[in-house]
């Protein structure tokens, strides 16, 4: 009865379920309209400190955020509601994706519906950075992080250890001063260790049946394999979406066609290079978190089967294998966390952390900017100013008026289908 409460906000995260494009950059803009603007169930600063916490661990780190919203509303009820409203129609669409690959003959209409929608997403991370610069940065050191890390991020986007380093060294640099936050006496708290027992239980179960079921030729062998490999996916990768899908594509088709997999003649996990690539392009094109990809190979990876119901539990298992590990992780560390940042140390690396992330942000804008916006001038004069039209109406509403994100995204998507 006490979750009946909690139903406005959960009907928020389904809202922000299906209209959340562009990745946790895209994610974050539209998380301070709906949860600190509008619903005000954490104020900016908790905000900003959640992403910066989790952009520290492996996994989806915009799945972990909303998780972390729902924790502190209601506990680890509503937090995993929380989570499985929030990936629920992504995964649902991806798996279906998997089922309908074959009536998608021509991708670039499919997509053509989507093509504002990048601009939007740029618009909405420049809101955010506007939004969360004047709590994180206030100081010499943290002006002098933000730039170093804008120009960091510019140049190394597409490396996958460049965030994390980053939060690394940020941190570190806020602790060579202890004037501005000195240490306090803090009494040691107890720690429970059962998520964190949990995660690494079922990595090494996950990997030892995978392992078994493959050697031994058991019959449903490769939905062992599916699990497994996105619960190995969702707890080492770091970076997002991206590296997600530069890693999965690695497995599942570059691996089966590698000299020792055709020599062994293993029947392992394959997907064909043009499917792989309609998905990861799809999954940028639809709201959610990109690790939903996990539940289109699941399906793919299953689809020789010619059994539709293995099919279904490939994407099942697939999108289960790769959330779980982000769940385990941020329910075992955040209140490992909290404890932690009483101690001046870490709030002292928490102050370079989060304007680490700021950081991040105008890195990313300026890396689109450059990579995706100015070329359309060179392209198609017109599309670039088409684009940089939309990105600008999208800050300027978003700042200015109180029109909701989702009729921003429906109004983007209408102009992608009529121009």
């Known amino acids: 009865m006490l979750l009946l409460r909690h139903i406005p906000f959960l009907r928020s995260v389904l809202w922000y379920s299906v209209t959340a494009f562009g990745g946790p950059q895209g994610h974050y803009g539209m998380m301070v309209k709906t949860f600190v603007e ?3 169930d954490v104020s900016e600063a908790e905000l900003l400190e959640y992403v910066s916490f989790c952009n520290m661990l492996p996994g989806a780190s915009s799945t972990q955020t909303i998780t972390l919203i729902g924790y502190k509303r209601g ?6 509601l929380t989570l499985l409203i929030w990936i629920f129609p992504a995964c649902t669409l991806m798996g279906a994706f998997s089922f309908l690959l074959d009536y998608f003959d021509d991708m670039k209409i499919t997509v053509q519906s989507f093509k504002f929608i990048q601009p939007m997403v740029i618009g909405f991370i420049i809101y955010s950075a506007v939004k969360t610069f004047g709590i994180a940065v206030n100081n010499t ?3 002098t992080i933000v730039t170093v890390t804008a120009l960091v991020t510019l140049l190394g986007f597409k490396t996958p250890w460049t965030i994390p380093l ?5 941190g570190i640099a806020t602790n060579f001063s202890s004037k501005r936050i000195p240490q ?3 009494p040691p708290k107890k720690i429970k260790w059962g998520n964190i027992l949990i995660f690494i239980s079922l990595f090494a179960i996950a990997g030892y049946l995978s392992e078994t ?11 062992y394999n599916v699990f497994e490999n996105s619960y190995r996916f969702g707890s080492i990768v770091f970076g997002g979406g991206d590296v997600l899908v530069s890693i999965m594509y690695n497995q599942y088709v570059v691996r089966p066609q590698t000299k020792h997999i055709q020599q062994t003649k293993r029947d392992v996990l394959s997907i064909k290079q043009d499917d792989f690539f309609a998905g990861s392009g799809i999954v940028r094109a639809i709201p959610g978190p990109v690790f939903s990809i996990a539940s289109f190979a699941g399906g793919m990876a299953l689809r020789n089967e010619n059994n539709p119901a293995a099919q279904l539990m490939g994407c099942v298992l697939g999108s289960i294998g790769i959330f779980l590990p982000s769940a385990l992780l941020i329910l075992f560390f955040f209140p490992v966390w909290n404890n932690l940042k009483k101690y001046a140390v870490i709030y002292r690396s928490l102050e370079g952390i989060t304007a680490c992330i700021v950081g991040v942000m105008i890195g990313t804008v300026l890396f689109l900017l450059n990579t995706i916006v100015f ?3 060179v392209i198609n004069t017109l599309t670039g100013i088409s684009d940089v039209l939309v990105i600008a109406a999208t800050f300027l509403l978003l700042k200015y008026t109180s029109i909701k994100v989702p009729f921003i995204v429906v109004g983007c998507l209408l102009l992608g289908f009529l121009f």
């Open 141 to 143: 050191i943290t002006k």
């Open 375 to 377: 070329p359309q001038f």
């Open 166 to 170: 980053l939060i690394l060294a940020a």
């Open 75 to 80: 506990g680890i009820p509503l937090a995993i």
């Open 184 to 186: 306090k006496e803090v």
């Open 213 to 223: 079921a493959t050697r031994e030729n058991w019959k449903n062998r490769k939905l």
């Open 38 to 40: 509008k619903r005000r």
